[in-house]
C-alpha cells in the first residue's frame, strides 16, 4: 500500500476466534439473552447441567420449607377445621417435627422438579412434534423444559421467602391476589396461570422450541401451551 499504511485484516485468517463460554455460564445468560443460549444448543443439547442444578437447588429449598415449620403449621390448622380428636394433632404435630419429614421434604422437592421437567418435555414433544410437525429430539424438549425451570427458579425462590415470611403455604402472585385470603381450587388455578414469574419460565421453553425447530416464537407459544395449562392445574391442588 501508498505510505507503508495497511488496511485492518478482512479474512477469518485475521481475525482473534471468541472462545467459547463454558457450560455453567449458560444457566445465567439464559436470563438475558435465551435465544443466542439455545441457538448454542441447536445442533447438541445438553440438558444434564440445568437438570442436576435444578435439583440441588430445589432440594435446598425444600430443606428449607420442610425446616421452617410452614408445611406443619399448615398441617395441623387443616386438622383443627376439621375438629379432629387431640390425640391425632397430637400425633401429627411429632410426626411433623421429625427429622424424618424433613429429610421426606427435601427429597420429595428434588423428586417433583424432576418429574416436572420430564413431563414439561413430554407435553413439548407431544405439541411440537406430534401436533404442530416439528421433528426434533426428545432431548431438545428436555433441554428446553431444563433451562426453563432454571428461569422458573425466581418464583420458587419469591414463593418460597413469602411463604416462610409469611407462614402461610397459600402466597398469590397472579389475579388469585385480588381475591385476598380466599383459597381454593379455581382460585390457585387462576393464580398460577396469571402469575408472571410462571409465565416468564414458559416463555423461555417457548423460544427454546422456536429456536430448534428454526420456526418463529409464535410456534414455540403455541406448543408451551399445555404445559402452562398442565402445571397451573397442578398448582392449584395445593389450593
Known sequence: ??????????????????????????????????????EALASKPRFWLPLIFLLVVHMGVGYWIASSGVTRDATIAQLEEKDAPPE???????????????????LGAGLGIAFAVLL???????????????????????????????????????????????????????????????????????DTLTNPLFLWSAAIEAVAVSVFARKGFGFGALAAIPGVVVGAAFAGIGG
Open 88 to 106: 391425632q394433632i397430637e400425633a401429627t404435630e411429632r410426626m411433623m417435627d421429625s427429622p424424618l419429614m424433613v429429610g421426606f421434604g427435601t
Open 1 to 38: 500500500m501508498p505510505n507503508g499504511t495497511q488496511l485492518p485484516p478482512t479474512s477469518a485468517e485475521g481475525m482473534t476466534e471468541r472462545a467459547p463460554s463454558p457450560a455453567w455460564a449458560s444457566l445465567f445468560r439464559v436470563f438475558t439473552s435465551p435465544r443466542s443460549v439455545f
Open 120 to 190: 414439561g418435555s413430554a407435553l413439548l414433544f407431544f405439541m411440537a412434534n406430534l401436533m404442530l410437525g416439528a421433528k426434533l429430539a426428545f432431548s431438545h424438549y428436555l433441554c428446553a423444559a431444563a433451562y426453563g425451570g432454571v428461569v422458573g427458579l425466581v418464583d420458587t425462590f419469591v414463593r418460597s421467602a413469602l411463604m416462610v415470611s409469611q407462614q402461610t403455604i397459600h402466597v398469590r402472585l397472579g389475579l388469585g391476589a385480588l381475591f385476598g385470603g380466599a383459597t381454593g381450587y379455581p382460585i390457585a388455578f387462576l
